[in-house]
């Protein structure tokens, strides 16, 4: 087949008789010296060198760093399965084209699995690497710093970190997009033409053009130019987009196909208010008169928009006490002086965790014992600590307070014998005082927070201590009426509450029935807050639909759902305090997998030419802009 070399972006070596002669798993082999070169020369000149190869990735791993050339392939796919597949999905991985890749191989049979599956990639035998060699000493060495295969390595990167993910959605949501679109055009002059020229797969309007004609439309006042720049969390990512726009009509929009997925297209289109754009050929995404993509952060646009340091009022003050679900949650909402945080810690000094601080009897406990009280129970309960008793619900004026509610739905609650001290620890399912479960919190087969139990505690804790059942709804709306009570009389109070259908997923003895005591809880603490104003609630219910909402347990939920309930978060926030933190408080960097994305659209299948089409157009875009403004 005819390889046109200018179309390389990749190369994937076999090894054995390929790269090197011999075969490593039989016996020593021979490094060849031109292609170690050829490796160095093609990245230099921004090409990038992936391997495929049929071996021990251990033994192929330890040779190539003893050549110093481990680090300068990405992707290593080396391991005894076929080919064909590999290769498509790395192709994939890397969001290239098979038109863009050279696959390098002695075995004509390996060869042909590969075309079979990337139909359009560029093969050959080894005896292809002369012209390489000679085609790539007639390139200028544009990228000596190295800067494509940095990109590469951080695609890496992502691809791995991804694998620990049981949901791509998770991993796409913590991945933290941030996009910028700038307008120094002139600045970035190189990388621009660059991106005219190279890119295809994103690239929809296909308008090639010479550097001076592209300095030429740079330097047109009319026309207005910007450029792309996107980061997330695993590094950044530098200019990946461009666009030219005269009279509403776009002239150039074209993405590295670095983004793909990300959905930056969406986000630069709707940016620029859904301007006419006539789409030159394939692309791999299309874009939509639809609003910006909620995972994408909003990126202020340089020259635009100032940043202005934006902080709530300074006489508002805001107390977020609780678990897991507040602190992933808080992850979603811009940090302030204005909010304290009160979470779940570990006990440096036990390595334990302490959890039940947000218990309500823990929580009325910070009023209602005295100093040499709370010195009891620290010493008497492993579970507990002194630092857990320095909550601020009382000492501190609040505007707003948040409190979880699931933890009271299921940890059991002992009372110090002959006194009125209260603490609240694990399942009430399994008491600490029944002697039936003391094995099997010793040998940690239930929630024991990183306690170490010994059987000489669980002895002085049941002669010390009785238990007297989980917290009902009555003993609950007791508490936060104390806590209403001794709190300044504007405070008001923002309980979480938990879901009222089973997770399918959890296998846990002691989540049996957690739904049914959230159901019980909920209906008595609406019931509350229908008679009291200074309570207000957030229902998971409204946010958790279904079981692809979960990750392992009732009370553990995907990243989403902790972002949605930073928007109710918001909400809350908005409506007492009257402070518009909408803009600034929350900020999303969830992203979904593209392919559920797209079918989750409800599409309208017209021809764009066609009037029906056109009038839903002009109309969507009315809306739009008027909802923006």
């Known amino acids: 087949m005819s390889i046109d070399f200018s179309k390389i972006k990749l190369v994937i070596w076999d090894l054995d008789n390929t790269f090197w002669n011999g075969v490593i798993s039989e016996s020593s082999i021979e490094p060849i010296n031109a292609n170690i070169q050829l490796i160095k020369d093609f990245t230099d000149c921004g090409i990038i060198n992936s391997i495929c190869s049929k071996n021990d990735f251990d033994v192929c791993k330890l040779k190539l760093t003893e050549l110093e050339l481990m680090d300068l392939f990405v992707f290593p796919s080396i391991n005894w399965s076929p080919k064909g597949q590999r290769i498509r999905d790395l192709i994939t991985a890397m969001s290239l084209r098979p038109e863009n890749v050279l696959f390098i191989d002695d075995d004509v049979t390996n060869l042909g699995e590969a075309q079979f599956y990337s139909q359009n990639i560029m093969i050959s035998e080894p005896k292809i690497i002369p012209d390489l060699i000679k085609y790539i000493s007639s390139l200028n060495k544009s990228d000596i710093k190295h800067k494509r295969l940095e990109q590469y390595k951080l695609l890496e990167k992502k691809n791995i970190e991804k694998q620990k993910y049981t949901s791509n959605d998770d991993f796409l949501f913590e991945s933290q997009i941030n996009v910028q679109i700038k307008h120094n055009c002139e600045d970035q002059l190189d990388r621009i033409h660059d991106l005219l020229m190279r890119s295809n797969q994103l690239n929809f309007t296909k308008l090639r053009l010479s550097k001076d004609e592209l300095l030429t439309l740079l330097r047109n006042k009319e026309i207005k130019s910007g450029y792309v720049e996107v980061k997330d969390k695993f590094g950044e990512y530098g200019i990946v987009g461009f666009y030219s726009l005269l009279d509403n009509v776009l002239l150039h929009f074209t993405f590295s196909c670095r983004t793909i997925g990300l959905g930056v297209e969406q986000y630069v289109y709707s940016s620029l208010n859904w301007p006419d754009l006539t789409i030159n050929g394939e692309v791999v995404n299309t874009v939509e008169n639809n609003p910006a993509p909620k995972w994408i952060n909003n990126a202020l646009q340089e020259d635009d928009i100032k940043l202005e340091k934006n902080k709530f009022d300074n006489t508002v003050k805001v107390l977020i006490k609780g678990p897991c679900d507040l602190s992933k949650t808080m992850n979603y909402v811009r940090n302030s002086d204005s909010f304290v945080y009160e979470f779940t810690y570990v006990n440096e000094d036990k390595d334990n965790t302490i959890e039940a601080h947000n218990h309500s009897v823990h929580i009325v406990g910070l009023k209602r014992y005295s100093d040499n009280e709370k010195d009891i129970l620290a010493k008497e309960c492993i579970f507990v600590d002194r630092k857990m008793f320095n909550g601020t619900t009382f000492t501190s004026k609040y505007d707003i307070i948040f409190l979880s509610t699931l933890i009271e739905a299921n940890f059991g609650v002992y009372r110090k014998k002959g ?6 620890f694990g399942s009430y399912l399994s008491p600490l005082t029944e002697s039936a479960y003391w094995n099997d919190y010793i040998n940690k087969k239930l929630f024991t ?6 059987e000489d505690f669980f002895k002085f804790f049941s002669l010390e201590y009785e238990f007297i059942g989980k917290t009902n709804p009555n003993d609950y709306i ?11 009389s504007k405070t008001q109070i923002c309980l979480i509450l938990g879901v009222e259908f089973p997770c399918e997923k959890q296998m846990e003895y002691d989540y049996k029935d ?9 209906m008595a603490l609406r019931q509350f807050a229908n008679t009291n104003n200074r309570i207000k609630l957030i229902d998971l219910n409204d946010i958790v639909k279904s079981q692809n909402d979960f990750t392992n347990n009732i009370n553990h939920f995907t990243s989403k759902v902790y972002y949605e309930l930073s ?8 409506e007492i305090t009257h402070i518009n933190v909408a803009n600034y408080s929350t900020y999303y960097l969830y992203f979904d997998n593209i392919i559920n994305w797209f079918k989750s659209l409800i599409k309208i299948i017209l021809p764009q030419k066609n009037s029906t089409y056109l009038m839903l157009k002009k109309g969507y875009k009315t809306l739009s802009r008027s909802k923006k403004k």
């Not at 927070?449 to 010994?454: D, E, G, K, L, R």
């Not at 957690?514 to 909920?522: A, F, M, P």
């Not at 928007?567 to 908005?574: D, R, W």
């Open 419 to 424: 006194t009125d001290l209260k603490v609240a």
């Open 449 to 454: 927070a990183n306690n170490n139990f010994t």
């Open 478 to 488: 007791d508490r936060l009426n104390y806590i209403l009570d001794n709190i300044d």
């Open 514 to 522: 957690r739904h049914i005591s959230h159901k019980e809880l909920n």
């Open 567 to 574: 928007l109710k978060i918001t909400e809350v926030i908005n």
